[in-house]
């Protein structure tokens, strides 16, 4: 039972390092933390594409203030670029949940940098969130930005 457990106890740290990291061009901004993405290894061939859910971030929807703003910014960042992606999970809808480097800014938590997005309940993230937040960056100057998960249940079809 010991090794069992030593043996778990071994695979649950290792698991980041299981992290799948692609290379490839995102095409298409669907909004402000949604993207579609082609991985290199798919080839110039394929019409397949992965859409990516930016991790620990969630971004004001369209119709909402500073959505708009949010998505020309992940626009700006990623659009027809080279982007690493490292994939940290597969939600619901089956999109790819992952973090994304272009250059040597990593998006996911510059746009929390910007203003433009809430951040998750990671400390780090947290921190950058407070930062913007006391700089009244992006959405943080208004008095009470809706969070998009509440602006989604008050707005749902």
Do not use: C
């Amino acid at each position: 039972m010991k090794r069992l457990l030593a043996l778990y106890l071994l695979l649950v740290a290792a698991a980041p390092a299981w992290a799948d990291t692609m290379s490839g061009v995102v095409f298409v901004v669907i909004d402000g933390d949604t993207v579609l993405f082609k991985p290199d290894s798919y080839g110039a061939p394929s019409r397949a594409f992965l859409k990516i859910r930016l991790a620990n971030i969630d971004a004001p929807e369209k119709g909402q203030p500073y959505g708009e703003a949010a998505t020309r910014a992940l626009s700006e960042l990623v659009l027809d670029q080279r982007v690493d992606v490292t994939t940290v999970a597969t939600d619901f809808y089956g999109r790819t949940i992952a973090q994304i480097q272009a250059g040597d800014v990593q998006v996911n938590t510059e746009l929390v940098r910007r203003g433009l997005a809430w951040a998750s309940r990671k400390a780090a993230m947290k921190k950058i969130q407070r930062d913007a937040q006391q700089a009244a960056r992006g959405l943080w100057r208004e008095a009470s930005p809706i969070p998009p998960w509440v602006w989604r249940r008050e707005h749902a079809d």
